[in-house]
């Protein structure tokens, strides 16, 4: 296939850091621990199978690991956010992500591409699914449910090969096996996995999708739901949600 399809126009990279005031009456200002702070490099670095040199994840549990060495978010979504949240100086790299790529979006990207990213080669496992920490980031208590309403979610890479990437590469799409599964549509099947369970099931077959995904969509009620209770927990005040992400 070979075809240049998209261009990581920054590499962004951060490590997890303590935030927030104990105490503070703001539930949004009291203490949190994430790496979402991620700043954009001008130089090559190296992915690993669990990272980029100089990145890793708050809370192991629900981040990264081998499925998910690389978060992807489109520039293209950036205008909407910089209008939707009166932010017109929103950055490459705010939403945590580690490739801020142009060319695709959730509707041309599909479960289980394979792309070549300078030394490397990637493939594409599952959609990424909203946090409160987005939340915390911008102050905005329902921004994780706004995000997700929108779509704009990007989605996770694993590393097949390990090697430098830098900024402006070209992501080159040299394997499709599963045109079926956009994530545009992974997306929508996760959310709603409790009512349609057949589609859940499906798309939990697919060979390329994430252990993690997988058994999420093989128990219906750890996934569909988690955005909303998240979001729930901050919008009522009452703190942090249990689990974290």
Avoid at 110 to 117: E, L
């Amino acid at each position: 296939m070979s075809t240049a399809t998209a261009t990581v126009v920054s590499v962004n990279v951060g490590m997890p850091e303590q935030r927030g005031q104990e105490g503070d009456p703001d539930v949004l200002r009291r203490p949190w621990f994430s790496s979402i702070f991620k700043s954009p490099i001008d130089h090559p670095v190296r992915l690993g199978l669990i990272n980029l040199e100089g990145d890793s994840q708050g809370d192991r549990k629900v981040h990264g690991g081998v499925d998910r060495s690389v978060n992807v978010y489109p520039a293209e979504h950036y205008p909407y956010w910089r209008s939707e949240l009166g932010l017109p100086d929103l950055a490459y790299s705010v939403f945590g992500e580690n490739f801020t790529t142009i060319g695709q979006t959730e509707n041309s990207v599909c479960i289980g591409d394979i792309y070549t990213v300078g030394e490397a080669v990637v493939q594409v496992t599952q959609p990424r699914l909203p946090c409160w920490k987005l939340a915390r980031r911008f102050h905005i208590k329902d921004l994780a449910v706004r995000w997700r309403v929108t779509g704009r979610v990007g989605w996770h890479l694993r590393t097949l090969q390990e090697g430098a990437v830098s900024p402006n590469q070209e992501m080159v799409l040299e394997e499709r096996p599963h045109p079926e599964w956009t994530i545009e549509r992974a997306f929508a099947v996760i959310v709603n996995s409790k009512k349609d369970r057949a589609s859940a099931l499906s798309l939990a077959a697919c060979p390329a999708l994430s252990d993690y995904q997988r058994r999420a969509l093989g128990d219906p009620s750890s996934v569909a739901d988690r955005v909303e209770v998240e979001s729930a927990a901050l919008v009522s005040d009452s703190g942090v949600p249990p689990t974290s992400d």
